[in-house]
């Protein structure tokens, strides 16, 4: 339920409205809009309670939410979220380019793709240092060693860090040394793992799941806006379907769909979405032309020697296309990729 105040309604209105709805048991969720307040209404809704509300002052309308997730809603909260990483801000007019190996292999292999991508455009530095395998005989990533890479790495080249975390009980381990928080697309629905990177108040970014519905995705998310925290960026990965040609069938219209339903930032990652290096730059542009946040994109210095998702990771020339290609699109759609024109327009 979402109440909708008076344009021009006073704090002492406001404060009415909040004491009501917890005086009922509920929580009230405050989003300041730039002309009217509303106040969201999370809990269990009875009956009544619209009447209530309604009779308030400075109360407009009171309306129904019929979706059942409501924090990650527009509805509750309808200007875009901006979540900042330092000076970099992700749900505003800039595309953000996430880039690195798929694992952290070696200090070198991460420098050396760090500095690629910096010098590409590239504004945060991606690596695995846990990796989820659907396999048990693949490379399941340097842990607690990747991590102290990347830490190293990012104060070489200056690089904010995004980096996956898989169990709650390493959520504090990898926020030490993280920028942003990844959960995985396996992980989507590990509630506690939601709660607890919900608790850090650090930038979150939820994967969506591997067949997860749009609405599946949204319910994750409010696991983490539960938690008080509203730096979440959603990541479009790619959802399993009849199609074996490509490694996943990446969902471009989800992209539209987010920006309408929900005020959280969109990113997609085109090199889990198909799992093809040579399909990675036409579907990063095809995501940026549908309203995309930014990208997140594998590079590796030797594709053919990487120990995980070689096939789909980028050399650092067809990187550096990419992102020459990435920034027409940008332009054409009213955007521009955050770092590149610092970097490669002198
Ligand atoms: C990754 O980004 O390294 C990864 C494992 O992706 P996903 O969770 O989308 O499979
Ligand atoms: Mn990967």
Same mark, same amino acid.
């Given at each position: ?24 048991? %509920?929580? +009230? !969720? @405050? ?6 307040? =509303? #106040?969201?209404? /999370? ?105 102290? %890479?990347? +830490? !190293? @790495? ?6 904010? =860090? #995004?980096?996956? /975390? ?121 995501? /940026? ?58």
């Amino acid at each position: 339920m979402i109440v909708v105040m008076k344009v021009g309604s006073s704090d002492e209105e406001i404060t009415g409205v909040i004491k009501r709805i917890e005086s009922a048991g %509920l929580k +009230a !969720h @405050v989003s300041p809009g730039v002309e009217r307040t =509303i #106040i969201g209404v /999370v809990g269990q809704i009875f009956p009544e309670l619209q009447d209530m509300l309604e009779m308030l002052h400075g109360v407009d309308e009171v309306i129904r939410v019929s979706k059942p997730y409501k924090l990650s809603s527009r509805e509750f909260h309808p200007l875009d979220t901006k979540v900042k990483i330092g000076g970099i801000t992700i749900g505003g007019k800039e595309i953000v380019v996430m880039a690195g190996p798929c694992a952290v292999e070696s200090e070198q292999q991460l420098l050396e793709t760090a500095k690629a991508v910096k010098a590409a455009g590239a504004t945060i530095l991606r690596g695995g240092a846990f990796k989820p395998s659907t396999s048990p005989y693949q490379f399941r990533g340097l842990g607690e060693h990747g991590l102290k %890479l990347l +830490a !190293h @790495v990012k104060k070489e080249i200056g690089l904010p =860090i #995004i980096t996956e /975390v898989m169990t709650p009980g390493e959520v504090g381990m990898v926020a030490k040394y993280s920028d942003i928080l990844q959960v995985g697309a396996r992980n989507m629905q590990n509630f506690n793992l939601l709660e607890e990177v919900g608790k850090t108040g650090k930038p979150v970014m939820l994967k969506r799941g591997l067949s997860a519905t749009i609405q599946e995705w949204l319910l994750a998310a409010e696991y983490v806006l539960a938690q008080g925290n509203e730096q979440l960026i959603l990541c479009e990965r790619g959802i399993r379907t009849f199609e074996t040609y490509t490694r996943n069938t990446i969902d471009i219209s989800v992209i539209p769909i987010i920006e309408k339903v929900s005020h959280l930032p969109i990113i997609a990652d085109p090199s889990h979405g198909t799992g093809k290096w040579y399909l990675v730059t036409p579907v990063a542009l095809a995501a /940026v032309a549908a309203g995309a946040d930014g990208i997140m994109v594998e590079v590796h210095p030797h594709p053919d020697l990487a120990l995980k998702d070689g096939a789909q990771s980028l050399t650092f020339a067809n990187f550096q296309q990419l992102m020459s290609q990435l920034k027409s699109v940008a332009d054409a759609v009213g955007r521009h990729v955050a770092g590149y024109a610092v970097e490669a327009e002198p």
